[in-house]
């Protein structure tokens, strides 16, 4: 029975709703060196021709960059953050940044639940957040575009709100609450957008989709300067995350198959001893 309830337990885990369509999604870590790229404007364009490329690729669905991808390699805050509302007290939340391109949210499949997702030209201070960080801030209201909030010397205006994304590997109660900021957004004193000199370009592929090999080689035929992990596919990541609770089950049920052979024998070896005393009367 206890082998029974850790495998539905774990096949529960496998097909849990991990708030965006994980399958088919592989991520490559770009560098640009500052030696090759001096100004953040130049990473832009670099980076831009590089997806522009890949999207032209057949099998190819979509393509997005961002610094950080779930469910992890997030940036991870610890702050007491303060929402507009008139007398509000700041709420103490660990929150998951990641700062994503506008193609983000339909490359991973999430659903815009308010507002918009990001546009090109959004300025620094544009955010989406997860419907439970908007909940955790307004938890009496409905609409939060347009509202604001802000923690540590940073203050942000809610663009949209989207689903959120659960990590099923752990104790759901332990997700965090995800906020989105624009990656591609001019910052102070500049008319263009600039990128730091390592994001994730997340690859959505369909059927016929080149191998990985073949997407690198395209990233560096691009531009041969640039640094180029191998691709991963997120959907690994989550099997890697579920093996203890597989090894747990599978020790499991490989104890409850001893258990049931046991048993066998048990019941076995006592109806033939009451059909041996029973034979005479036979």
């Not at 309830?5 to 999604?25: C, I, K, P, W, Y």
């Not at 364009?45 to 190819?60: F, K, Q, T, Y």
């Not at 929402?83 to 949210?105: H, I, K, R």
């Not at 991973?108 to 955010?127: E, I, N, V, Y």
Request: aromatic letters at 8%; one cysteine or more; proline letters at 6%.
């Amino acid at each position: 029975a206890a082998a029974g309830l850790q495998l539905r337990s774990f096949v529960n885990l496998l097909h849990e709703d991990r708030g965006f369509d994980a399958e088919q999604l592989t991520v490559f870590g770009v560098t640009m060196p500052a030696k090759h790229f001096a100004d953040g404007v130049s990473r832009s364009a670099n980076v831009e021709a590089i997806r522009s490329s890949l999207s032209r690729l057949p099998g190819v669905q979509g393509t997005a960059i961002s610094r950080g991808v779930p469910p992890s390699s997030a940036y991870t805050h610890f702050y007491d953050v303060m929402p507009d509302t008139a007398g509000a007290s700041a709420v103490a939340l660990s929150l998951n940044e990641y700062e994503v391109a506008p193609e983000f949210f339909d490359v991973f499949g999430m659903r815009l639940l308010q507002g918009r997702g990001f546009q090109r030209g959004d300025s620094t201070d544009a955010a989406v957040i997860s419907q439970s960080l908007a909940h955790a801030l307004w938890p009496d209201r409905g609409g939060v575009v347009d509202r604001t909030f802000s923690f540590g010397t940073r203050a942000f205006r809610v663009v949209g709100v989207v689903n959120d994304i659960r990590n099923p590997i752990f104790d759901p109660r332990q997700d965090q609450l995800e906020m989105y900021s624009p990656l591609l957004a001019p910052r102070a004193g500049a008319t263009l957008p600039a990128v730091p000199s390592a994001v994730r370009l997340t690859v959505r592929c369909g059927a016929g989709c080149p191998l990985n090999d073949v997407l690198r080689a395209q990233i560096k035929a691009v531009n041969p300067l640039a640094v180029v992990e191998a691709g991963r596919r997120i959907a690994d990541d989550y099997a890697e995350g579920l093996s203890p609770p597989r090894a747990g089950a599978v020790v499991a049920s490989a104890f409850a198959a001893i258990a049931l052979l046991g048993i066998g024998g048990g019941l076995f070896a006592v109806m033939s001893r009451l059909v041996q005393q029973r034979q005479r009367e036979f």
